[in-house]
C-alpha cells in the first residue's frame, strides 16, 4: 500500500498533542514501518505547535530539479 504524503501530514495533526515518537510509531503500525519517521514527525509537531496547522511545505528558493 503506497502512503501518501498528506495522509501522513493528516495522521500527524490528528496524533498532535501526543510525543513525536508515539505518534511515528501509530502510524508505522497502521500502514508501513517507512511512512515517517521520527525527524520528520518530530519537525511537522515544531510546525503546530508554532500555530502553522496547514499541511503543505513552505516553498524553497533556489534552482527548481529539473
Same mark, same amino acid.
Given at each position: ?5 498528506? +495522509?501522513?501530514?493528516?495522521? +500527524? +495533526? @490528528? ?15 497502521? @500502514? ?22 496547514? +499541511? ?11
Amino acid at each position: 500500500m503506497d502512503v501518501s504524503k498528506e +495522509l501522513v501530514l493528516g495522521c +500527524l +495533526l @490528528y496524533d498532535f498533542g501526543l510525543l513525536a515518537a508515539a505518534s511515528m510509531c501509530r502510524i508505522c503500525q497502521a @500502514y508501513r514501518d517507512s511512512a515517517v519517521n521520527e525527524r520528520k514527525a518530530r519537525h511537522w509537531f515544531q510546525k503546530f505547535r508554532s500555530g502553522d496547522l496547514s +499541511l503543505r511545505d513552505k516553498a524553497q528558493t533556489g534552482r527548481p530539479q529539473a
